[in-house]
Nanobody, 121 residues
Framework: QVQLVESGGGLVQPGGSLGLSCAAS????????MGWYRQAPGKQRELVAA???????NYADSVKGRFTISRDNAKNTVYLQMNGLEPEDTAVYYC???????????????WGQGTQVTVSS
């Protein structure tokens, strides 16, 4: 299967910056889309940003101009650079990948364990 391991969360002051990374490993045949979702207490999980293997990106309106998603296909790693952080960005951030394995080459959705991002003074 495919494992996703996130890193880089933490506590940051409003207006600050933070970078997240997520490395995929396992019996990977291909990874199409990778992305970041977040879930704040009492709210539904929402898409933050996503990127395809070809580099096409899409962002939630609330993070456009502040967050940047990028990807290293050779390392099966996706990054999220977050600038101008606001208290409303506080949430658990989850890495997500649409990937197929060498076992059966069937595309499935995989999730990381989540990393906490807290924006507070």
């Amino acid at each position: 299967q495919v494992q996703l391991v996130e890193s880089g969360g933490g506590l940051v002051q409003p207006g600050g910056s933070l970078g997240l990374s997520c490395a995929a490993s396992g019996s990977i045949f291909s990874i199409n889309r990778m992305g970041w979702y977040r879930q704040a207490p009492g709210k539904q999980r929402e898409l933050v940003a996503a990127i395809t293997s070809g580099g096409s990106t899409n962002y939630a309106d609330s993070v456009k101009g502040r967050f940047t998603i990028s990807r290293d296909n050779a390392k099966n790693t996706v990054y999220l650079q977050m600038n101008g952080l606001e208290p409303e960005d506080t949430a658990v951030y989850y890495c997500n990948a649409l990937a197929s394995t060498t076992v059966d080459r069937t595309s499935r959705m995989y999730w990381g364990q989540g990393t906490q991002v807290t924006v507070s003074s």
